[in-house]
């Protein structure tokens, strides 16, 4: 389940006002890609597209926080009854689906850390896991970038990026240009 596209709205503004940063508007650059490119999917759903890319980092209503981000969004969202959007929360940042993959500090319990990894095992990523992975790597406060200048931004900022990593966002981007038939930086209009 998750909630209108209304009630996101209101959500996401809510947790503006609670931690006020630049990831609100990444949020909604997010949002506007995931809806583009469902859009050009045609057989995805255009509305829970663009819920699932406004929420996806709702944890940061909580403060600056890093892996911390992930299991306060993936928990609040699974309290509010939004079982689609905690799963958002919590795969956006594991691309590869292995607690590995984060890139950041672990600043939560090793109890904490322990759940996460126990959803992460039991999720078989769909194409709105992949979606919103996609366009979380090519949204940043200001508009859409190129992939590789986000992720670039992310090695500088915390010093490195697995290759893994930056290989499985470059084959998100393959998928969803195959399935859509067009160049996603068409789709989305980058800047």
């Known amino acids: 389940m998750y909630p209108t596209r209304q009630e996101a709205e209101r ?29 050009a999917c045609q057989d995805m759903d255009v509305q829970k597209a663009y819920v699932l890319g406004l929420l996806h980092d709702i944890g940061r209503k909580f403060g600056v926080k890093h892996l911390g981000h992930v299991y306060d969004g993936w928990q609040y969202m699974l309290e509010c009854g939004y079982d689609e959007v905690a799963r ?8 590869e689906g292995k607690l590995e993959d984060y890139i950041g ?7 904490q850390i322990e759940e996460i990894e126990q959803a992460l095992c039991g999720i078989e ?24 200048e986000r992720m670039n931004d992310v090695k500088k900022r915390y010093g ?8 499985k966002n470059m084959e998100l981007k393959n998928y969803f240009e195959q399935k859509s038939g067009s160049d996603i930086y068409e789709i989305v209009k980058m800047r």
Not at 88 to 95: A, E, G
Not at 125 to 148: P, T
Not at 160 to 167: E, F, G, I, L, R
């Open 11 to 39: 959500l996401l503004k809510e947790a503006g006002k609670c931690n006020p940063g630049p990831w609100e508007d990444h949020s909604r650059v997010t949002a506007q890609c995931a809806e583009k490119i469902a859009r």
């Open 88 to 95: 958002i929360c919590l795969t956006h940042s594991f691309n």
């Open 160 to 167: 490195h990026y697995p290759q893994s990593k930056w290989d």
């Open 125 to 148: 990523f769909d194409e709105y896991d992949m979606l919103i992975q996609l366009c979380d790597s090519i949204a940043s406060a200001e508009g859409v970038v190129g992939m590789e």
């Open 105 to 111: 500090n672990f600043d939560i319990s090793e109890q």
